[in-house]
């Protein structure tokens, strides 16, 4: 076969894998771990009947899920209620697929000598294409909210798109000094540059501004005010139910993945094993790969805990403390930051 | 092959949007259908090997300019368009031939010339080097679009600002 | 295997901008004619970039990146407008706004 169809076919199994063997799995596990280890933060047990720890508690949600009534609100707007859930996902999804889950390795499949990356793209402006359509998810909760037909809904779709464009900056800002150290947008060049020291290490005010602007973008506790069921009644997803409202949750979750892989990637060097290990090992090719991409997956799951740690932990910011905090204090760290990273690149 | 289909998937999908942008009375529907013209349109900047500019493109118009004109729709809350009885149906009735004749003219222009010219393999829309383009050779309207930007942010909020009413203590 | 001619990138571009036109032409609704306007801008932008490829030349794309900063920083300024405005005569439609003072 041509290299080019090869290369094709490549892609699409590399999209089929990521999206739907790990991504919608890990998203249905997040909603497990969320409850349980909300649970354990509170001293109780959480779901552990259906099936062993209750790993099969998200298949008995699904499974609701899809037998609740599906209201259709008589007032609403409905091809755009029907399409704010669609619109929501989609940049939740695409967003992964720039992140670098391992190392490249030659290979030989069907006859050709191909370079097998564990990236679905390896982009030219790689992190630049995650600040866009991160950008994007404005739209969901905006048309969610106005098409809901509900003032709770609108101002709560106001609100949270307000909120994540003002956190869009610091977040961009960050990645300028991440970029910076890189000499390059391509993910691939930056966990490269990670070699030496670790971002995280190196500018560590980068990575704690990064860290809260992701906190705010995914709309996740302390900065959820658009969603909170006591301010709000619900925000922007009060009159979804069932499969709508599900959707809206398995963005949420899959935007909480997507941002713990970006900040491994970015600040803790990506799919790369520390202390040296791997030139310690003289292991072949393929478990050094296996042993890349666990690493990566580990280093994510503990940013995933993290987030659901903070949740049952800190309380909700009040709207204009969350505002003053996103323009007054993360923006001028930021650029101060940058400043940082230029003294420490000169010297 | 499949970019020539490629662009025209992107090509129908970028005037269907246009053709909605002007035809849709909500004003919402409006603004939905230009974020669908200005995604084909970053399609066809990456045909054209373009790819800072698409991203860039996608970041800037549909992530920001599109959001503001949604903001603005529903903070001010505007309705459907309702024509006043009597009014300005003539408008519809000249303006469209008119338009028809500015589209006759240029494309005839492009039916007839560079049309045997093809897309070009290039590597100048990379970020290397319109990076280096941007620093090097136009760093003045660079810095010169900071202070525009800047300027452009102090009008906005002023004409927006609402007049504080000084009530005597 | 040849590849997209440039001319046809040139006529769609020249579509986009004539119903950019209509649009400003026909539309009453003020946010609706700004969309339009928005409309021209990104015709002109793909034939900037169209130019930029055919002829190799960089400086294309640089104003495409301009035209976009300028265009970002119109439709601020033309949005606080439409609201001073909205606020003063409490409506968008271009017919009533014709007098300079009530």
């Not at chain 1, 298949?59 to 599906?70: N, P, R, S, Y």
């Not at chain 2, 002007?22 to 669908?36: E, H, K, Q, T």
């Not at chain 2, 492009?110 to 941007?134: C, H, M, N, P, S």
Request: glycine share 6%; net charge neutral; charged share 10%.
């Amino acid at each position: 076969m041509d290299a080019q169809w090869i290369n094709l076919i490549i892609t699409v199994v590399k999209i089929v894998v990521v999206v739907f063997i790990f991504m919608l799995p890990l998203v249905m596990l997040m909603t497990l771990m969320e409850r349980r280890i909300s649970a354990f933060l509170q001293d109780r047990l959480g779901p552990n009947r259906v099936g062993p720890m209750g790993i099969l508690q998200p298949i008995a949600d699904g499974l609701k899920a899809f037998f609740k009534e599906d209201i259709f609100p008589v007032n609403v707007d409905r091809f755009l209620y029907l399409m704010a859930p669609a619109i929501i996902l989609f940049p939740a999804l695409i967003t992964v697929a720039i992140v670098p889950f391992g190392d490249q390795m030659s290979t030989y499949i069907g006859g050709h000598l191909v370079n097998l990356r564990f990236q679905i793209a390896d982009l030219n402006i790689g992190i630049l294409y995650f600040v866009s359509f991160a950008s994007l998810g404005v739209y969901g909760l905006v048309v969610g909210g106005y098409a809901s037909n509900n003032k709770y809904s609108m101002l709560g779709g106001l609100r949270s798109s307000a909120q994540m464009i003002s956190y869009e900056i610091p977040m961009g800002l960050a990645i300028v000094a991440v970029v910076m150290r890189a000499q390059s947008l391509s993910l691939n060049d930056i966990v490269l540059s990670q070699a030496t020291t670790w971002n995280f290490l190196y500018e560590p005010i980068g990575f704690i501004i990064f860290v809260v602007a992701s906190f705010a973008e995914t709309n996740r506790l302390p900065f959820d005010l658009p969603e909170a069921e006591q301010e709000l009644v619900g925000g922007y997803h009060t009159e979804y139910s069932s499969m709508k409202f599900s959707a809206f949750f398995i963005a949420e979750y899959s935007n909480m993945i997507v941002s713990s892989m970006l900040i491994t990637t970015l600040f803790l060097g990506g799919w790369q094993v520390p202390f040296g290990i791997m030139e310690a090992l003289n292991l072949p090719v393929i478990w050094e790969q296996l042993i890349q991409i666990l690493a990566f997956l580990i280093k994510t799951g503990i940013f995933l805990f993290i987030y659901l740690w903070v949740r049952w932990t800190l309380p909700r910011f009040r709207y204009d403390q969350l505002m003053n905090l996103g323009w007054k204090s993360m923006l001028p760290l930021g650029l101060f930051n940058i400043l940082l990273v230029a003294v420490q690149m000169k010297f | 092959m499949l970019q020539n289909i490629l662009f025209f998937v992107f090509a129908i999908l970028a005037v269907a949007g246009a053709v909605m942008v002007i035809s849709f009375r909500n004003p919402v529907y409006c603004a939905l259908s230009l974020v669908l013209t200005l995604f084909s349109l970053a399609g066809e900047y990456v045909l054209l090997l373009a790819h800072f500019i698409a991203i860039v493109h996608i970041a800037v118009y549909a992530g920001a300019i599109v959001v503001l004109f949604l903001f603005v729709i529903m903070l001010l809350n505007i309705r459907r368009e309702e024509r006043a009885p009597g009014s300005i149906k003539y408008m519809v009735y000249l303006g469209v031939p008119l338009g028809l004749v500015l589209l006759y003219e240029l494309v005839s222009i492009g039916f007839r010339e560079f049309t045997d010219v093809y897309v070009k393999a290039t590597d100048i829309g990379t970020v290397e080097k319109i990076g280096q383009a941007l620093f090097s050779k136009y760093v003045l309207p660079f810095e010169i679009t900071s202070i525009l930007l800047l300027v452009a942010m102090l009008g906005a909020i002023y004409l927006s600002k609402q007049k504080l009413e000084i009530v005597s203590k | 295997m040849h590849g997209i001619p440039i001319s046809y990138f040139l006529i769609l571009s020249a579509i986009l901008f004539s119903l950019g036109v209509i649009g400003v032409i026909i539309r009453r609704n003020v946010i609706i004619v700004f969309m339009s306007i928005e409309l021209m801008l990104n015709a002109v932008n793909l034939t900037f970039v169209a130019f930029s490829n055919h002829l190799n030349n960089i400086e294309g794309q640089i104003f495409v990146f301009l035209v976009m900063v300028v265009a970002a920083a119109e439709v601020a300024v033309g949005l606080g407008l439409i609201v001073a405005m909205f606020r003063l005569r409490e409506t968008v439609h271009l017919d009533d706004i014709r007098l300079l003072k009530w």
